[in-house]
């Protein structure tokens, strides 16, 4: 099985890039398997980009080792709709697999500005293909659903400085009355995340 860890290149160094590390090895165990986690490093900074552009660095390995390091120059993406989208009853991303061909089946035939946003049959709000989000109350708070589809390294940044806090079983209603919905990731940090509001939600 192979699996994948994003992250963003910036200035000449990988950011938050020990976070990431554990995650890989916490996956490998998971497996069970061990990879090297200095090697891992080791990989990254030999393969990184010689410029002081902003980066999407891909790191594929599986449970022994590290596979492939891709790299390309980064660009966000601008996103204008979320349409949401049911999820089957036994999917599970808790990983991050390379295998993404759901996600990719679920977004054909969307427009480069449209987002898949995924919700539970219970209703409760998880992830879109590729970020958190985050929901801005009236009175100004962050919450994040607590049960999302893949706690990413941003998320848990953001949640252990106090900045976001989880929330159970946020729907619909939630996304309503929000203010505002981020969209974060490792590549998109909270101030320069995907910023929409209610009315660009397609229910």
Known sequence: MTFIDTLRYESGDFVDLPRHLERIRATALAHGGHI????????????APESLELFRVTLYYNREEVLEVRSIPYHKGQIQRLRLHKLPED??????YADRSFFLSVREGLSS????LFVR?????????????LLELPKGDLITPSQPLLKGT?????????????QAGLTCEDLRRSRRIYLI????PLEE??????NQIIY
């Open 36 to 47: 090297g986690i200095d090697l891992v490093e080791q990989v990254l900074c030999s393969s």
């Open 91 to 96: 999917f599970s991303y808790r990983y991050k």
């Open 113 to 116: 500005e449209e987002e898949v």
């Open 121 to 133: 049959s219970d209703g409760s709000l998880t992830d879109t293909t590729y970020t958190n989000i």
């Open 154 to 166: 941003q998320l848990s940044h953001l949640l252990e400085q106090g900045k976001v806090q989880e």
């Open 185 to 188: 990731n490792a590549m998109m």
């Open 193 to 198: 995340a995907i910023t929409l509001t209610p």
